[in-house]
C-alpha cells in the first residue's frame, strides 16, 4: 500500500545523533529518553531500538501499554532497560507494573507509597521507586516541606527509593528565575532526605529545556523529550545546533487554480481574495493531523517560498496562496508543511507558536494520524 497524499518522515539516525549529542552534553549523568505519548507521535516500537542503542539509560512512559511495547521487542537490552513511569499510576497500573513491566515509578502520596511497599512485601522484594517532590509545577509529589511524611516513606520495608526527583514548570520561558527557585526548594528537601536514603539515589530534575539551558550540577540522570526529537517546547530559547528535527512532513500539490478577485475559499468563507490569485489545493487537512485552528495562519513551502493557508483547514483539504511564487507550480509538486526546502526551513516551533500550541501537539497528530516512512 503506498500513501501518495502526505509524507511523514522519521529519521533515525538524526534521532540517534540528538541522543548522542545529549549524552555527552549531560555526562556523567545517566539519561532517560522520553518516549511517552508513542514517542511524541514518532513512532515508540520503531524508535525505542534506537534509543537503547543510542546509549539510553531510561526510557519515560506513562502508559502500561507503551512499557509492553519495550518489554516485547524481544533483544535482551528491550527487556532490561530501566523505565521510568512519567506520572502517578493507577493502582491496576501498579498490580501490572510490579508483577511483570518492571516500572520504576513515582511516589507521590503516602497513600501510593503504602499500597507498593505492601505489594513488596507480599513478593518478599523492593520495589524501586522515585519520590516525587512538587517544587512548583504543582500536579503531583510532595511538597518539599512534608518532611515527617518524606521521612515515613523511607522507612516502608517493601520499596527502594532509587530517585528523587522533581520537575520544571518553566524551564522553557525567557525568564529562568522560577526555575532556579525550584532548584532551591528541591534541594531543601534533599538535603533532609539525605539521612535517610542510600548516597547513590538519583537525583533528577531536568527535562529538555533544563538540559540545554540549566546547570546539571548535582544531577545524576536527566529526562529528555523534545531535544531527543529535536525540537524545542518554546522559542524563548535555542537548542544548539547539532540537534536535529527528526520529523519532516511533506504533501502534494493537488490543484492549482486562478480564482479572480473577491471569490470567498473554503468552509464559513473565512477567506476573500483581495486580488486575482493563483490557489493550490493541498489533499491534507485536520485529518491528517494539519492543525485545524492554522485557518487563515499557516505557512506551507512551495518552490522553496513560503506560501500562507487561506480559508479554513477541512479535514482532508487545504488552500494556499502561491500568487507570489515566482516559478511555474504544477499538478503533483512537493508541498512542504514541516521541514526544508531549498534553502527556507518551517519548523514544528514556529507552527505551533502560531495557534498557541507546542510542538509535541503538531509531532502527535501526525504520527497518529499517517503513515510514518523511517529513514
Ligand atoms: C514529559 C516529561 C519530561 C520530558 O519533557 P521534555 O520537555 O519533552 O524534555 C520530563 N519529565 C517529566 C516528569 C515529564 O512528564
Not at 133 to 156: A, H, P, V, W, Y
Not at 256 to 269: A, D
Not at 308 to 314: D, I, L, T
Request: charged share 20%.
Amino acid at each position: 500500500m503506498n500513501q501518495h497524499h502526505i509524507e511523514v518522515s522519521v529519521s533515525r539516525d538524526k534521532f540517534k545523533n540528538n541522543i548522542s549529542h545529549i549524552r555527552n552534553i549531560v555526562k556523567p549523568s545517566q539519561l532517560c529518553v522520553v518516549m511517552k505519548a508513542n514517542a511524541y507521535g514518532h513512532g515508540l516500537e520503531s524508535l525505542a531500538p534506537t534509543a537503547i542503542a543510542a546509549g539510553a539509560d531510561y526510557i519515560g512512559i506513562c502508559t502500561n501499554p507503551e512499557a509492553t511495547i519495550i518489554r516485547i521487542l524481544g533483544s535482551d537490552a528491550a527487556k532490561k532497560i530501566k523505565l521510568l513511569r512519567l506520572r502517578m499510576a493507577l493502582p491496576e497500573e501498579l498490580n501490572e507494573s510490579i508483577d511483570s513491566l518492571n516500572i520504576e515509578e513515582q511516589i507521590g502520596s503516602i497513600e501510593a507509597a503504602k499500597y507498593v511497599s505492601e505489594a513488596g512485601v507480599k513478593r518478599g522484594k523492593k520495589i524501586p521507586v522515585h519520590i516525587n517532590i512538587d517544587t512548583g509545577m504543582g500536579r503531583s509529589g510532595f511538597f518539599s516541606n512534608q518532611i515527617e511524611e518524606l521521612k515515613l516513606i523511607c522507612g516502608l520495608p517493601g520499596i527502594n527509593i532509587v530517585g528523587i526527583m522533581t520537575h520544571f514548570a518553566s524551564s522553557d520561558g525567557q525568564d529562568l528565575d522560577f526555575t532556579h527557585k525550584q532548584i532551591e526548594d528541591f534541594y531543601k528537601a534533599r538535603q533532609v532526605l539525605n539521612n535517610y536514603v542510600d548516597h547513590n539515589v538519583l537525583t533528577h530534575t531536568h527535562n529538555s529545556a533544563a538540559t540545554v539551558r540549566v546547570n546539571n550540577e548535582g544531577n545524576r540522570l536527566v529526562r529528555v523529550g523534545a531535544a531527543c526529537y529535536g525540537v524545542r517546547t518554546s522559542q524563548d530559547f535555542q537548542n544548539p545546533p547539532e540537534l536535529e528535527p527528526v520529523m519532516s512532513v511533506k504533501t502534494r500539490i493537488a490543484q492549482v487554480r486562478e480564482v479572480p478577485s473577491g471569490k470567498t475559499i473554503g468552509y464559513g468563507s473565512l477567506f476573500t481574495t483581495q486580488r486575482d490569485s493563483l490557489i493550490a489545493s493541498l489533499p491534507v487537512g485536520f485529518g491528517e493531523g494539519y492543525p485545524r485552528a492554522l485557518f487563515n495562519k499557516g505557512i506551507v513551502l512551495i518552490k522553496g517560498h513560503p506560501c500562507p493557508v487561506v480559508g479554513r483547514v477541512s479535514l482532508n483539504i487545504i488552500t494556499v496562496d502561491i500568487t507570489d511564487v515566482p516559478e511555474p507550480v504544477r499538478w503533483g509538486d512537493e508541498a512542504v508543511l514541516i521541514g526544508t526546502q531549498g534553502n527556507k526551513e518551517i519548523t514544528f516551533e514556529e507552527l505551533a507558536d502560531k495557534f498557541a500550541s507546542v510542538h509535541t501537539e503538531i509531532n502527535l497528530m501526525a504520527g497518529f494520524m499517517n503513515q510514518i516512512s523511517y529513514v
